[in-house]
Structure formats: structure tokens, C-alpha cells
């Protein structure tokens, strides 16, 4: 009996000493410092990502001014069909907030997150004083040869039930537009799905062949239309801090894609 007590007691002793050597806590440890060390290399990747971002350039045009110019420009290069050089847009329903300054203080948010995201962002205005028409919105970005011009507007109908963001791009089968007609569709395509996954109401994506800003670009653009300043709710969430964030926000994650796939 004594043989198998004295047996008992040694397999008791070296399995505790197994058991201590193996000291769970330092293993967490050592587990713990393999997932933060997995983490370095991610964020040190991203970093990697950022430096290639910083050759990409943006364009932002907050779409209008604070006051319109009537004189005519034409809608084309070398088209002898002309429009307003520019105008001061639509006003808000519930806000009374005219388009011009809601464009721009998105496209201020916007900016910032696309900052962050390590792009350069150039902007057509940054105060509502100025008078820069459509085709010579277009032609900053040209000269620029930015990889991205993102429009931001609003809308405005008589019907003031209709709702939603709509998205603008130039249209496929027009002589001034067609070679700038698949980045920029792609795009549009990326900022949709980003819209609709983050909740935001769209109605879609529309080529237009009557933009002066579309048919002077020789560089992609999407015009987003974020909503409707004739609807009384939806001109209040364009105003909304939050709501702008997260719509510009989408908008920033669709393009930071397209340029990815791009890269
Ligand atoms: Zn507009």
C-alpha cells in the first residue's frame, strides 16, 4: 500500500510541476503579445496603403454660389448651345438654408474624412463669395488631372414628397463624356452601395448629357444629389450634423474603394 501512496504522490507532484511549467497566464500573455504583434503589421500595412494614397488627388466642387451668374457659357466644348455660367441653386423648405451653403458644408465634411483617409482634396470654393462657373469648375480639376471629382448638390422639386439621394454621372454615349464614362460609373457604383449599406435612401444612378460640368471634364466625376430640400424632413437630416457625416461618410468610403481597385 505505502508503494502505491508514494506512486500516487509522485505523478501528483509531476503533473503539478508539468502544469506549473506551462503557466497559463504567461501563455495568455504570449498569445495576447502574437495578436498585438498581428495588429502592428496590419496597421503597419495600412500605413504602407496610406503613402500610395497621397498620390491620389480629389477634387470636391460644393455646387453653386452665393450668387448666380446668368450669363451664358457654353454647355460644351465648342457647342454653340450655352447655359448660365452658374446659379445660386434651390433653398430649403423647412431650414430655408440655400443650397450653396448646405454644399459646402458637406463638402467641408467630406474633405476632412477623405483628409483622413490620407488623399489630397482640393476644393473648387471654400466661401460662398466667389464666381467660378460650371465649365470652369470642371476645367480646375482638369488642370489638376485629378483621379476624382465628386459634385455635391441638392435637390429640389414641386413635389415635395419625393425623397432620397440620386446620383449623377456624364453620360455614356455622348462625344464629350464617353472616355470619362467608366471610372466615373464605376465610382458612382461603389458610392451607391456604400450608401445603401450605411441606410440612406437612393434613387438610383443617372447619366446626363446636359451638364456643363460633366461635358468639360476630362476626368471622372460623380455628382451626388444628396437629397431633397423640397421634402420637409429630409432638407432637416441634410442639415443634421450627424446625418451629413454619415452620408459623407459614405461617399468617402465609395471613392477610397474605387481608388483601391484603381491603385
Ligand atoms: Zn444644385
Redesign the pocket.
Known amino acids: 500500500m505505502k508503494k502505491y501512496r508514494l506512486l500516487v504522490t509522485t505523478i501528483i507532484a509531476i503533473g503539478i510541476i508539468i502544469i506549473g511549467t506551462s503557466n497559463p497566464i504567461s501563455n495568455l500573455y504570449k498569445s495576447t503579445n502574437l495578436i498585438s504583434k498581428g495588429i502592428q503589421q496590419k496597421d503597419d500595412k495600412k500605413q504602407d496603403n496610406k503613402t500610395n494614397e497621397k498620390n491620389f488627388l480629389i477634387y470636391i466642387d460644393p455646387?453653386?454660389q452665393e450668387k448666380g451668374d446668368p450669363n451664358p457659357e457654353p454647355v460644351a466644348p465648342g457647342s454653340s448651345q450655352t447655359k448660365a455660367r452658374v446659379?445660386s441653386?434651390?433653398t430649403g423648405i423647412a431650414t430655408k438654408k440655400p443650397?450653396y451653403v448646405l454644399?459646402l458644408e458637406a463638402s467641408t465634411v467630406l474633405k476632412h474624412i477623405l483628409e483622413g483617409k490620407g488623399y489630397n482634396v482640393m476644393m473648387t470654393r471654400e466661401t460662398h463669395d466667389v464666381n467660378i462657373s460650371n465649365a470652369e469648375r470642371a476645367r480646375l480639376a482638369n488642370d489638376k488631372k485629378a483621379d476624382m471629382v465628386i459634385r455635391i448638390?441638392?435637390?429640389s422639386l414641386d413635389n415635395s414628397g419625393k425623397t432620397g439621394a440620386s446620383i449623377l454621372i456624364p453620360a455614356k454615349e455622348s462625344k464629350y463624356t464617353s472616355n470619362i464614362y467608366d471610372s466615373s460609373s464605376q465610382c458612382a457604383k461603389l458610392v451607391k452601395n456604400q450608401m445603401t449599406n450605411a441606410g440612406i435612401n437612393v434613387n438610383g444612378i443617372f447619366e446626363r448629357n446636359d451638364l456643363t460640368g460633366f461635358n468639360w471634364s476630362e476626368v471622372p466625376v460623380v455628382l451626388v444629389?444628396m437629397g431633397f430640400l423640397s421634402n420637409y424632413n429630409e432638407d432637416q437630416m441634410m442639415s443634421n450634423p450627424d446625418y451629413q457625416r454619415k452620408l459623407m461618410q459614405s461617399v468617402a468610403d465609395g471613392v477610397e474603394e474605387y481608388l483601391r481597385q484603381k491603385n
Open positions: 455646387g453653386h446659379s441653386g434651390a443650397e454644399n448638390h441638392a435637390d444629389e
